[in-house]
């Protein structure tokens, strides 16, 4: 009797050791991100009385008005809440020729802040003499950067605006370009159908 249960107890060993020899060893899954579908923009005028601007942006972003202590500075959001990033928008007037030089540096001030997680910032001008449009985009470079694109407009006169895109949770660009690429098409359009009003 106890040769049959060591007989069996064998013949299980053996067809086990086999078995294991097939399949694989277990190894941990990378981690994934969820997929996200973009939507294909369909592009709506910004004609707000309070702006003294005008632009086309998508239909998928919503306007968020801010309050400000400083009637003359207009604050609000543009909110992709799927696409979780927003763009933080001011509108600053220009009271003096100093105004414009001091609100391009606050621009490259900020920038500067990037520097150290950034591999690289590439800067673009943008002139529209018909519109009287001009300014500077700004898309910088690296996984954990916060704000990966972020530009201003300005009539060099009277108004200066400025757009900065921002991630609403902790950035891993890598797995985000897609999603960055189709905000910064949506940010090329605004500044592109961008007048001034007066």
Known sequence: MIRFFKIILYTI?????FNSCDNPPQMPKPSTYLRL?????DYVALNDNEYPFTFAYPHYATIQKLDSKDKDIKWFNLDF?????VVNVSCIPL????SLRASVNDCYTFL???????????EQ????????VYGTT????GKDVVSPYQFYLTDSVKHFIRF???????PNNDSNQVVINQIKQDLNNIINTFEWKN
């Open 13 to 17: 060993s053996i067809i086990t050791l």
């Open 112 to 122: 500067k802040r990037h520097e150290k997680i950034s591999g690289g910032i590439i």
């Open 138 to 141: 700004f898309e910088i470079k």
């Open 81 to 85: 809440e799927k696409y979780n990033f």
């Open 37 to 41: 579908e973009l939507i294909e923009p």
């Open 164 to 170: 900065s895109l921002n991630n609403k949770q902790i």
């Open 125 to 132: 001008e943008y002139a529209n003499k018909d519109k009287k």
């Open 95 to 98: 009271l003096a020729d100093t």
